[in-house]
């Protein structure tokens, strides 16, 4: 911005709203104008979603299952977890598996990033195991399930994650694992939809 001429027009553009946005807003624009979406129910009839009830020592085996099943016609699925730390270790756990698993997380290197995702979008990996870092911006097509290994903290990032399937008319599958801990927060994230979970 130090560097573009003072007369300019700035539009931002955000799927949600959180006080970082208005706050970069305030400071960068002069009297801008809001321009808010009504929102809709973030799901679409296209997506089946589940969640599984479970324990934190029962969830590797529940994905395991889950995989196993989801995995015999060769789809692509994104797991999503809570932490880098939980990232890497599924990762460990899903290549001592045989699975084909790459990650992408905030201590990856841009270049580290950028291989993981042309190996997942070309199908040489059908496993991405990501934070919420991954959760919005990225557009690929042929993901046929997304799992929440962790119920995320803001409703919002739930909605996100599972924006990953189920695109352009295309079927898809989301599971999120519940367990005693993540009960109300999977309570508020069911007061933001009308669909059954």
Same mark, same amino acid.
């Given at each position: 911005?130090?560097?573009?001429?003072?007369?300019?027009?700035?539009?931002?553009?955000?799927?949600t709203m959180?006080?970082?946005?208005?706050?970069?807003?305030?400071?960068?624009?002069?009297?801008?104008?809001?321009?808010?979406?009504?929102?809709?129910d973030? *799901?679409?009839?296209?997506?089946?979603?589940? $969640?599984?009830?479970?324990?934190?020592?029962?969830?590797? *085996?529940?994905?395991?299952?889950?995989?196993?099943?989801?995995?015999?016609?060769?789809?692509?699925?994104?797991? $999503?977890?809570?932490?880098?730390n939980? *990232?890497?270790?599924? #990762?460990?756990?899903?290549?001592?598996?045989? !699975?084909? #698993? =790459?990650?992408?997380?905030?201590?990856?290197?841009?270049?580290q990033?950028?291989?993981?995702?042309?190996? $997942?979008?070309?199908?040489q990996?059908?496993?991405?195991? +990501?934070?919420?870092? +991954?959760?919005?911006?990225?557009?690929?097509?042929?993901?046929?399930? =997304?799992?929440?290994?962790d119920?995320?903290?803001?409703?919002?990032? !739930?909605?996100?994650?599972?924006?990953?399937?189920?695109?352009a008319?295309?079927?898809?599958?989301? !599971?999120?694992f519940?367990?005693?801990?993540? =009960?109300?927060?999977?309570?508020?994230?069911?007061?933001?939809?009308?669909?059954?979970?």
């Amino acid at each position: 911005l130090s560097v573009i001429p003072d007369r300019r027009q700035i539009s931002l553009f955000s799927a949600t709203m959180p006080s970082r946005i208005i706050e970069l807003s305030k400071r960068h624009m002069t009297s801008p104008e809001k321009v808010l979406l009504a929102p809709s129910d973030p *799901s679409v009839s296209t997506l089946d979603q589940y $969640f599984i009830s479970t324990t934190y020592q029962d969830k590797l *085996s529940s994905l395991k299952n889950i995989l196993k099943k989801e995995h015999k016609d060769k789809g692509s699925t994104i797991i $999503f977890c809570r932490t880098r730390n939980d *990232s890497r270790r599924l #990762v460990k756990e899903l290549n001592y598996d045989s !699975y084909n #698993v =790459v990650q992408l997380q905030g201590d990856l290197s841009q270049h580290q990033r950028n291989r993981s995702m042309k190996l $997942f979008r070309s199908g040489q990996a059908s496993i991405l195991v +990501a934070t919420d870092i +991954a959760s919005r911006g990225i557009d690929v097509r042929h993901v046929d399930c =997304v799992i929440s290994l962790d119920v995320p903290e803001n409703p919002l990032h !739930y909605f996100h994650r599972i924006g990953r399937t189920a695109r352009a008319g295309d079927n898809g599958k989301s !599971y999120i694992f519940v367990t005693g801990r993540d =009960v109300d927060d999977f309570k508020r994230i069911q007061n933001h939809t009308k669909t059954k979970i």
